[in-house]
């Protein structure tokens, strides 16, 4: 079974720019959670999708948003891009079954 | 508010000793906790978790333990291999399927 793929692993945007991060969970998974890891913080919870809905959401500003679409997979926005905001995010796919598993994250660095 | 606490950034420890890696937490309604276990440039992969109904859970070289009373869960590894170097997350959340809310993070680095 494949994994959890996240699209793209490196990313270099501006400040002010806008970015998409995708996320393609593992086959008959329904749930997508979305994470934003940097350095001391830990694991920042943004969002979770289900079934096309957004079912629980972090203490992010409004700059970040996220969907999902019929197939599972899922996509971040982030925009207006801040210095802030360079760190791994971090997609996890999940299923009662199965339970977590994670991607291996999208590098974003903002200059 | 962090809800799940690490509060070791680092910890090294000689090969074949034993690694304890410590968690708290603050929500009384956790009751299903995983530790996960990250390697630079990939993402956290499951390794072991334990639910409120017990207090150890054992699977080969690790050992979650919980204590519902403190708040506190460790991970304890024995012995040590280097390949264990990794950067330890624990999380925790009410029931399965639900939230996870995540730790900071310890960086494990077992010395050969």
């Known amino acids: 079974k494949a994994g959890v793929t996240q699209t793209p692993r490196y990313l270099i945007k501006t400040r002010g720019q806008q970015v998409t991060l995708s996320c393609s969970p593992i086959s008959g998974h329904r749930s997508v959670s979305w994470y934003q890891q940097t350095p001391g913080q830990g694991l920042q919870f943004l969002f979770e999708?289900?079934?096309?809905?957004?079912?629980n959401k972090g203490n992010f500003p409004g700059r970040f948003s996220g969907r999902q679409f019929s197939n599972s997979r899922s996509e971040m926005n982030v925009s207006t891009l801040e210095l802030g905001d360079s760190a791994l995010y971090l997609c996890?796919?999940?299923?009662?079954?199965?339970?977590?598993?994670f991607g291996s994250g999208t590098r974003l660095t903002v200059v | 508010d962090q809800q799940v606490k690490q509060n070791s950034p680092s910890l090294s420890v000689q090969e074949g000793r034993i690694s304890i890696l410590n968690c708290d937490y603050t929500?009384?309604?956790?009751?299903?906790f995983l530790w996960y276990k990250k390697y630079p440039a990939e993402g956290p992969t499951f390794l072991i978790s334990i639910s409120s109904i017990k207090d150890k859970n054992e699977d080969g070289r690790f050992t979650v333990f919980l204590n519902k009373s403190a708040k506190h869960l460790s991970l304890h590894i024995v012995p040590s291999q280097p390949g264990d170097s990794a950067v330890y997350f624990c999380a925790a959340s009410e029931g399965t399927g639900n939230q996870f809310y995540f730790g900071t993070g310890t960086s494990l680095t077992v010395i050969p």
């Open positions: 929500n009384s309604m956790f009751d299903y």
């Open positions: 999708y289900f079934s096309e809905t957004q079912r």
């Open positions: 996890a796919s999940s299923s009662t079954v199965d339970g977590y598993t």
